[in-house]
């Protein structure tokens, strides 16, 4: 990002605190447990994972004797594909929910995607922050290697607030990109090993969901929480080829149309 953009940014800080501020109160507005929830709902998926997949159906996770395996597999998987799919899917819609601070106020449209990367990290952290107590409850922690979280998460913000700006802007001037997106992530879901695992697919399977870039983020992940073991890193240099791509290639379309965004809300 370039300097002027940074520049923006910093000296519009309170507005990008207001807003997530904003954000997160209106959330839970009129609700009697109010900011409980935030730690509610994330407990409970971990809850039902662990309760439903391990003791009541009995999952196993192949190669694995550990009876919280699959549920450790499924939460690594589901919940940084949630931060995946968090910010894309707010990114694709960012500046349509703010047409009338677009249109009516003058600041740096690019604080839009740095709301929404912040709101979703803070998300991520409270319900990862729930999982990793679970990890450490239940003897399942996978000691310093978990601190190699921090740049494949890392890299997968970049991938995702990467392709949603494109997506973001594309979809002002093309409203089918938001419905077609919208469709394209639950098979995207379905096409990244999250639920199952890739060794239990056939080798033809396999070799298609190597061109999936979810699938060596999320596959990095498990690698860590799982098994203990760093990712391969040389798997992830496409993704972030990927994410610088569509990062430059974002920034480049936000600056050229951000002037007619405003008429086109």
Request: charged share 10%; net charge positive; aromatic share 14%.
């Amino acid at each position: 990002m370039p300097l002027s953009l940074l520049g923006g940014v910093w000296r519009y800080r309170g507005f990008v605190v207001g807003s997530i501020v904003r954000e997160f109160q209106s959330k839970y507005r009129n609700s009697l447990l109010g900011a409980a929830w935030t730690v509610l709902n994330p407990l409970a998926m971990i809850v039902v994972y662990t309760v439903i997949f391990s003791r009541v159906m009995g999952s196993r996770l192949a190669g694995s004797d550990t009876p919280f395996a699959y549920s450790i597999y499924l939460c690594a998987g589901a919940l940084t594909w949630g931060l995946f799919a968090e910010i894309t899917g707010r990114s694709l819609t960012m500046f349509l929910e703010n047409a009338n601070l677009i249109k009516k106020l003058q600041f740096p449209r690019i604080c839009l995607p740095v709301v929404v990367v912040l709101n979703a990290g803070i998300n991520f952290a409270i319900i990862f922050g729930l999982f990793t107590l679970f990890l450490l409850v239940s003897g399942n922690f996978p000691g310093l290697v978990f601190l190699a979280l921090i740049p494949v998460l890392l890299l997968l913000v970049l991938f995702g607030v990467g392709l949603g700006m494109v997506l973001g802007v594309l979809n002002v001037f093309f409203r089918d990109v938001g419905q077609f997106f919208t469709i394209l992530l639950q098979f995207w879901f379905w096409f990244t090993p999250i639920v199952y695992p890739a060794s239990a697919l056939p080798p033809e399977v396999r070799a298609a969901l190597a061109w999936n870039p979810m699938t060596a983020l999320i596959g990095a992940c498990q690698a860590i929480l799982v098994e203990g073991r760093a990712p391969q890193w040389a798997s992830l240099l496409p993704v972030l080829l990927l994410g610088l791509g569509f990062s430059l290639l974002g920034l480049h379309l936000f600056r050229r149309r951000s002037g007619e965004m405003a008429d086109e809300l």
